[in-house]
């Protein structure tokens, strides 16, 4: 199936230190790629994969699962790790909740860890009916495009599969039960204006890991999908400093030294 304009993966060999970008649920990489072109752009190693299901059309989703979605960073993660010696790892929304459980599971090779908006359950009356509802209705309407600046917009699906929401949930609640294995440096940043992700998810995170280096930046004028909205710079320069102040290697400019 072909993949949707814009939608494509994106990668990009830099220095030593790399970063794996997540996307989110029935998002794409499009989402993530002026985020990950930024940090190509000051000599780090960049992965932005596509996640099974995504990025061509909602029925290609709706035969896939967490297992898919997670097994793909994972083989992102481990290629990363034979490239660099300092590997981080981020995501949005769902993509923040895939970087947690890399951080859990693989403890000392993850560097560090930055979200945005991270997701940490499916939420409202419908997410607890998903068992059974998944069997009775295939879709519900689509959840991209939570977008404050005007003419932006997110390649994504309209329609929700029930089978991969499910899915979602189930990983979702696993995950929050892997939290205080999250030892690593900590970057989270949050919208004050979420359609899609409430401020619980990131209240309930940030109770939940086990990292002494945390810090939190609100992004006051953007949406859900902040990496394509008005504090989209703010996010990438915060990513940078993070990992600048935590891999030495990354210089002053942001050009990645040798050695």
Not at 38 to 43: I, N, P, R, S, V
Not at 118 to 140: C, E, F, I, K
Not at 144 to 153: L, M, P, T, Y
Not at 161 to 186: I, K, N, W, Y
Request: hydrophobic fraction near 40%; aromatic fraction near 6%; include cysteine.
């Amino acid at each position: 199936m072909p993949v949707l304009p814009g939608a494509e993966p994106y990668r990009h060999e830099g220095g030593e230190v790399g970063i794996l970008l997540c996307h989110g649920f029935t998002g794409s990489p499009q989402s993530l790629r002026p985020w990950a072109r930024h940090l190509a752009g000051h000599g780090l190693t960049v992965s932005l994969p596509l996640l099974p299901g995504h990025g061509t059309r909602w029925e290609d989703m709706a035969l896939t699962g967490w297992p898919d979605w997670y097994a793909e960073v994972d083989r992102e993660l481990r290629a990363l790790r034979e490239r660099c010696a300092r590997v981080f790892v981020a995501g949005l929304s769902m993509g923040g909740a895939l970087a947690l459980r890399l951080a859990a599971r693989h403890g000392d090779a993850v560097g560090g860890v930055v979200v945005v908006n991270p997701a940490n359950r499916v939420h409202g009356l419908s997410a607890r009916a998903l068992p059974v509802a998944r069997h009775l209705v295939r879709t519900t309407r689509g959840i991209v495009s939570d977008i404050a600046k005007e003419g932006a917009v997110e390649v994504g699906y309209d329609r929700v599969p029930l089978h991969a929401a499910h899915s979602l949930r189930t990983f979702l609640r696993m995950v929050d039960g892997e939290l205080p294995q999250v030892t690593q440096p900590l970057l989270l940043l949050r919208s004050v204006r979420d359609h899609v992700v409430p401020a619980a998810d990131s209240a309930r995170i940030l109770s939940r890991v086990s990292s002494t280096d945390v810090t939190e930046v609100l992004l006051e004028q953007s949406y859900h999908v902040a990496t394509l909205d008005h504090d989209a710079d703010r996010i990438f320069e915060e990513t940078l400093a993070f990992i600048g102040r935590l891999a030495p290697s990354v210089g002053k400019e942001g050009t990645t030294a040798g050695g």
